[in-house]
């Protein structure tokens, strides 16, 4: 469970509510369903029309996915590396528990590249390609939905002023009516609700989570580079240390393994 985004959103929904209701005589009035519907419906339509129903559809699961469960601490890097070490070793030494280490691996995709080397399928270079390949896939298909997330951003602020339109539409109609003046301030006000309600859903909901899953489709392929760069060092039965050196490239100076510590430990 990702508790800092799930924090976030809250605050956010916080925020949104205290700066719409703290010192307002009148609260209800910053309800209005006439504004709702055109901004989420007119939303909803504009993002099937964009990226088709099924696409669209599967918004609501990357959000509860992406958003709601993944979670990358920032000292996942390291961390890869220290178990690529131990990998490392197990295949230098051909330890009889090698089958059952790569068993006990939780990263998914650092489970499967190793076990491809067990399977002896691919010869290294092939296997390496073919590793390079899936890294690219992984990335391209989170940036699709950071990208669909960021695109969406465009159509609540749209929709919005949509509604303030018609809105104002309506409010220019009944000027000639009889004391029509005493319901302009009224009006106007709700005509801008519509506005309000688009600004907010895209700017504290949709594109901070777009962002969000770019910085995550960014270090998920970091973390899968530093995996397929220790795989062919495992391949060609690398010394550990030389390993850690060579996957610390990738990372900055702070965030790099101590493999000199590791070793008094």
């Not at 060579?246 to 100076?253: A, K, Q, V």
Request: net charge positive; with cysteine.
């Amino acid at each position: 469970m990702n508790f800092i985004n799930i924090v976030g959103i809250i605050f956010a929904i916080t925020v949104m509510l205290f700066a719409m209701l703290f010192g307002n005589p009148q609260p209800m009035k910053m309800l209005n369903a006439h504004g709702a519907i055109i901004v989420l419906g007119g939303t909803m339509a504009c993002v099937g029309i964009a990226f088709q129903l099924p696409r669209a559809l599967s918004m609501v699961r990357v959000f509860f996915k992406g958003i709601l469960t993944t979670s990358l601490s920032r000292d996942i890097n390291k961390q890869i590396i220290q178990e690529m070490m131990v990998m490392a070793e197990a295949f230098r030494n051909n330890d009889p528990k090698l089958a059952e280490m790569i068993d006990a691996v939780k990263d998914p995709f650092m489970k499967e590249s190793l076990t491809a080397i067990t399977d002896e399928v691919l010869d290294p270079s092939r296997l390496l390609k073919v590793l390079h390949s899936r890294v690219n896939t992984i990335y391209e298909r989170y940036a699709d939905d950071a990208k669909m997330f960021i695109a969406c951003g465009k159509y609540p602020p749209a929709m919005g002023l949509m509604g303030a339109v018609t809105g104002m539409i309506f409010l220019l109609g009944s000027l000639g009516e009889p004391g029509a003046e005493k319901s302009i301030g009224p009006n106007m006000s709700i005509a801008l609700i519509a506005t309000l309600y688009g600004i907010a859903l895209a700017n504290l909901f949709i594109i901070p989570v777009g962002e969000y899953l770019q910085e995550i489709a960014k270090r998920i392929r970091t973390k899968n580079f530093i995996i397929v760069e220790g795989i062919r060092h495992i391949q060609t039965r690398q010394n550990p240390v030389v390993l850690a050196e060579e996957l610390n490239s990738f990372l900055l100076p702070s965030e790099r393994v101590d493999w000199k510590s590791l070793g008094k430990k």
